[in-house]
């Protein structure tokens, strides 16, 4: 057993991270269609106006206002109709004093109008149209480039493409977006207990858990999980697989962060870079350990689930979003009363899983190595190092999940 040597605060922890990784500057080229989510690398500038030519903004009749003036219920005013508009039209007559043309929403306003009065406000016959109610200049009318005028800036470099933006590009002709591509993370599991899931399990092996949680993790926060077959534990079979996850933007691995005698992969992370910090005063996750590999950040997390997802959360999070150029993860929380109390080591940040019951929060976590004290959580509560107890009843923060 080699015991950890002085560990470090999770705030300083996160600050190493963080320094070591920069945002992607490659990018690509995707369909509009695949690009929702993901971060624009150009500036887009519009082509044309949207709408390219007023339209109208309702079903009815293109009029000049002047005409409308006067009409009522019981006085209407008289126009004669020249012409019938659909939304994919184009006007072939002007209108004239005592003209009207009738259009549908999003039909080309003709000519020589300036208003659209609605077909509520109107009675036809034959192509004599009543005119109940006046309208006045620009009434019911969509003006070119009311959206987008042809030069405005539609999409900002670094731009998160929502649907909306997507929409934009669309609207002014664009079909392929130029975003930054995605960071490609290589995820290692170590351990020779380790099996696939799907496979018949004996006493002494455990289900891959890490692999999933983490790809998840990474997918949902702007990366490319790329998973590598499980490193068996043996130093040669170590360095192989950290040698070639290296070529990824960053490594993170599991297990074989710990200070027992098969924990090798921090002697190959010492052989091949550099490491760091190993240790970190949070529970759960204090098996946690940092270095380089030439240029690729490495985090080893620790091998128990909850222990890795924990600090997948609170440090893998972090790095992936600022890589992405994705904004910093906006957190959810809600104010509760603690269902019972909850003893915390003075020294060390720690995180307390908890389910939302009856208005209160109930504490759920069971060990590290539970996958359910993560999965059947509604959030967590953040105990400060200085901080020993929280009782029964105090209130406390809820970072929902």
């Given at each position: 057993m080699r015991p950890f040597k002085a560990l470090i605060s999770l705030d300083e922890a996160l600050a190493i991270c963080m320094d070591a990784v920069s945002p992607i500057v490659t990018g690509e080229s995707l369909p509009i269609e695949r690009a929702a989510g993901r971060v624009s690398g150009s500036e887009v500038r519009a082509r044309i106006s949207v709408p390219l030519a007023d339209r109208a903004a309702?079903?009815?009749?293109?009029?000049?206002?002047?005409?409308?003036?006067?009409?009522?219920?019981?006085?209407?005013?008289?126009?004669?109709?020249?012409?019938?508009?659909?939304?994919?039209?184009?006007?072939?007559?002007?209108?004239?004093?005592?003209?009207?043309?009738?259009?549908?929403?999003?039909?080309?306003?003709?000519?020589?109008?300036?208003?659209?009065?609605?077909?509520?406000?109107?009675?036809?016959?034959?192509?004599?149209?009543?005119?109940?109610?006046?309208?006045?200049?620009?009434?019911?009318?969509?003006?070119?480039?009311?959206?987008?005028?042809?030069?405005?800036?539609?999409?900002?470099?670094?731009?998160?493409?929502?649907?909306?933006?997507?929409?934009?590009?669309?609207?002014?002709?664009?079909?392929?977006?130029?975003?930054?591509?995605?960071?490609?993370?290589?995820?290692?599991?170590?351990?020779?207990?380790?099996?696939?899931?799907?496979?018949?399990?004996?006493?002494?092996?455990?289900?891959?858990?890490?692999?999933?949680?983490l790809s998840a993790v990474i997918e949902e926060n702007g990366g490319e999980?790329?998973?590598?077959?499980?490193?068996?534990?043996?130093?040669?079979?170590?360095?192989?697989?950290?040698?070639?996850?290296?070529?990824c933007d960053l490594v993170v691995f599991s297990g074989g962060s710990s200070v027992g005698e098969k924990d090798l992969i921090m002697d190959v992370l010492r052989q091949l870079g550099e490491v760091k910090f190993h240790g970190v005063a949070v529970k759960p996750g204090k098996p946690t350990v940092f270095g380089r590999v030439g240029k690729t950040p490495v985090l080893g997390m620790p091998g128990y689930p909850t222990s890795c997802l924990s600090n997948a959360y609170m440090i893998l999070v972090p790095m992936l979003r600022k890589m992405a150029r994705l904004p910093p993860k906006m957190e959810k929380t809600i104010e509760l009363p603690l269902s019972r109390r909850v003893v915390s080591a003075i020294g060390r940040t720690e995180f307390h899983t908890v389910k939302i019951e009856k208005g209160r929060a109930v504490p759920v976590y069971k060990e590290s190595g539970a996958i359910t004290s993560m999965a059947n959580a509604d959030g967590y509560i953040r105990i400060p190092a200085n901080v020993d107890l929280v009782e029964a009843g105090e209130t406390v923060q809820v970072i929902l999940f």
């Open positions: 309702m079903d009815g009749y293109a009029v000049r206002a002047a005409d409308t003036y006067g009409a009522g219920k019981f006085k209407p005013k008289v126009l004669q109709r020249v012409e019938t508009l659909y939304a994919n039209s184009v006007p072939k007559k002007r209108i004239s004093k005592g003209k009207c043309v009738e259009v549908a929403t999003g039909s080309t306003i003709p000519g020589g109008a300036d208003a659209v009065v609605m077909v509520e406000d109107t009675e036809k016959k034959g192509d004599r149209v009543s005119i109940h109610s006046p309208v006045h200049p620009g009434e019911n009318i969509s003006p070119e480039g009311e959206d987008i005028r042809k030069g405005d800036k539609v999409i900002s470099d670094g731009e998160v493409l929502s649907p909306a933006k997507i929409g934009a590009f669309a609207a002014v002709g664009v079909r392929r977006a130029s975003v930054y591509r995605k960071p490609v993370v290589a995820v290692l599991t170590t351990g020779d207990e380790v099996i696939e899931p799907g496979r018949p399990i004996r006493p002494g092996q455990v289900y891959d858990i890490n692999a999933y949680t999980p790329k998973r590598f077959p499980r490193a068996p534990d043996d130093i040669e079979s170590l360095r192989s697989s950290l040698r070639k996850a290296a070529k």
